[in-house]
Structures are given as C-alpha cells and as structure tokens.
C-alpha cells in the first residue's frame, strides 16, 4: 500500500463457520475501525467491517456481500486493513503515524552521520522496530527511547542510537547442525 493510505488492522483467524474473523485493530479505541469510510485492504479491495464482538467482526465486500463461511474467512487470515490518509484527524504537535516515520533519514546519535532511511515499520506483536536501508544494507531497530531519541517527521529525521552487537554463543540454539557437542 502507498504512502496515502495508513494501516489501522489486521485481520486474524476465523471466528466460527459463518465467516466472522478476529480483528486486531490499531486504532487508540478497536471499535473505531468500523466508523472510518474508505478502507481496503492490502490487495486495494474496499471492505465494511461491523464488529459482532470482543475483536470479532464481519467483513463485507464493496457490494455489501459478506463474508459467510469458515473458508472465506480463512482466505482473509493475516490481510492488512488501511484508511486513507486524508480520513484521518492530523496528529498533535508531538505526535505522528507510524506511516510518517517511512522515508525519513536516519542520523546516528552524536556524530549526526546519515546511516540510511526508514524504509519500513514492522510489529510483530513483540513491540515495534524501524527497518533502516543503508548503504551497509539493511539495520532492523527496536522503536524505543533507547534506540529512537528523537524523531523529527517535521525535520524529515530520526536520530538513532544503534546498540551494541551481542554475541550469542551457538551452543544457545539446540538443534544447530554441526555445532557444538550437542544430541
């Protein structure tokens, strides 16, 4: 999806047999999800979503048909659902949508030395990090205070402090094919 979208869900694993889904929702409040026009999902295909329960939702294609089996639904497990942009309400001054940290430079703490740009935002469930494409290739960095001081999208930057690299000895990973002493 584009710059001009913004990702606000995800669709998770069926919810019974009649085409219901979990939803894990970005918004500050999951129920909003349902009241913003305009939403697609990663394929540019529009879709209403109307929550049934406690993360649980129908989806209903742009004709108004929806979802209506355990199948269905299973063809839906991990979509990515956006709004556009302009639907969006502009964030507080000290604010910003993990879509605006895309593309910015990032600047090594201290030296101010460009390592790259934002090339993506990932979560995975065990909190946020910033995908940096450089010229050294790719830095994967968790979004903390720690490692992200200062984020200026107005600036078109990000100040990151990279950490120290940590060795992990290979005996750490059982099951390693010819390391180690082990079974």
Not at 74 to 81: D, F, G, H, S, Y
Not at 168 to 176: D, I, K, R, Y
Request: hydrophobic residues 40%.
């Amino acid at each position: 999806m584009n710059h001009d979208h913004v990702l606000m869900g995800v669709v998770g694993r069926p919810h019974g047999v009649r085409g219901l889904v979990h939803v894990h929702s970005y918004t500050a409040v999951a129920e909003d999800l349902a009241t913003y026009a305009g939403l697609v999902d990663d394929l540019g295909r529009p879709w209403r979503l109307s929550w049934q329960g406690n993360g649980v939702a129908r989806l209903c294609d742009a004709r108004g048909n929806a979802i209506d089996s355990r199948e269905a639904a299973q063809q839906m497990v991990n979509r990515k659902l956006y709004v556009p942009r302009a639907s969006l309400p502009e964030p507080d001054q000290d604010e910003f949508y993990f879509a605006d940290l895309v593309g910015l430079e990032a600047r090594e703490q201290g030296t101010e030395r460009v390592i790259g740009r934002v090339a993506a935002v990932h979560d995975y469930g065990a909190g946020t990090s910033l995908e940096i494409e450089g010229a050294g290739g790719h830095l994967l960095l968790p979004f903390t205070q720690a490692c992200v001081p200062v984020v200026d999208v107005r600036g078109g930057r990000i100040t990151v402090c990279v950490p120290d690299e940590i060795e992990v000895p290979v005996e750490c990973f059982p099951g390693t094919a010819g390391q180690g002493d082990g079974p």
